[in-house]
């Protein structure tokens, strides 16, 4: 018999649940973004759909200008006007998206791209960038927005300095982002501060994962090498060894 009140008895059974320990496991599966190997999409993004913007916040004044309203489908937009250096829209071609930048006249230029998803509101994912050993100058962007009526609310930003180091550098920006709304947008830039001459960025992949978090029970090995189950038992519980079950 075992003793009352009693969580767990001498031989490591638990008498209640709730016991168990569990170790948290994650992991990322899915892809959320279409078309973000640039060796896949061959030329294309050198046709898609272009916006010049000329407005204070540029990066929303494009997404307001020229909406997305496709899913999974790629927009780009390029600075222009007397606020900005005009520069031209991002392109792709010998498996690169190439982002060109320039500053003259102390005026920055912004050439980008941005893609409305198709996600699950609350859930948190993880966007991978994979770029090119770049040796030009400047920051490569990497945004999420979310629609508020006529508008977008940023909200999240990430970013990778270039020239790109000989030390420890992988080549890879991620970033994680918690999904505000099902169609949230993500959106790429690049943009420099050199302003003697025209630089250019490189990115091979842009990818989306979903974060999917299990739990496992957790297990350790006796003297004799046999795995049990570890349990978990309140400070005022004690395992009795005089008692047991028959």
Do not use: C
Request: charged share 15%; glycine share 8%.
């Amino acid at each position: 018999m075992t003793a009352r009140g009693q969580q767990i008895t001498s031989r490591g059974v638990a008498q209640e649940s709730g016991l168990e320990t569990f170790s948290s496991i994650i992991n990322y599966t899915g892809e959320y973004v279409n078309w973000g190997n640039a060796f896949s999409y061959g030329v294309k993004l050198t046709t898609d759909t272009d916006y010049a913007t000329e407005t204070a916040t540029p990066h929303i004044g494009a997404l307001v200008g020229s909406p997305p309203s496709l899913i999974n489908t790629w927009y780009r937009y390029h600075s222009s006007g007397v606020l900005y250096t005009s520069v031209a829209a991002p392109s792709s071609n010998s498996g690169w998206f190439i982002f060109p930048s320039i500053k003259t006249g102390g005026l920055p230029s912004y050439s980008g791209i941005y893609q409305k998803l198709s996600l699950t509101v609350g859930k948190e994912y993880k966007a991978s960038i994979q770029t090119g050993y770049i040796t030009d100058i400047g920051t490569l962007y990497f945004n999420t927005y979310t629609p508020d009526g006529d508008s977008y609310i940023l909200t999240s930003t990430s970013s990778t300095v270039f020239p790109s180091s000989t030390v420890g550098y992988l080549g890879i920006l991620t970033a994680n982002f918690t999904a505000e709304s099902p169609n949230d947008i993500i959106l790429i830039y690049g943009t420099t501060e050199e302003s003697s001459d025209a630089q250019s960025f490189l990115i091979q992949n842009i990818s989306i994962k979903e974060k999917q978090e299990y739990l496992t029970p957790i297990y350790g090995n006796d003297m004799f090498d046999i795995a049990h189950k570890v349990l978990r038992v309140s400070v005022n519980q004690t395992i009795n060894p005089d008692i047991d079950e028959v």
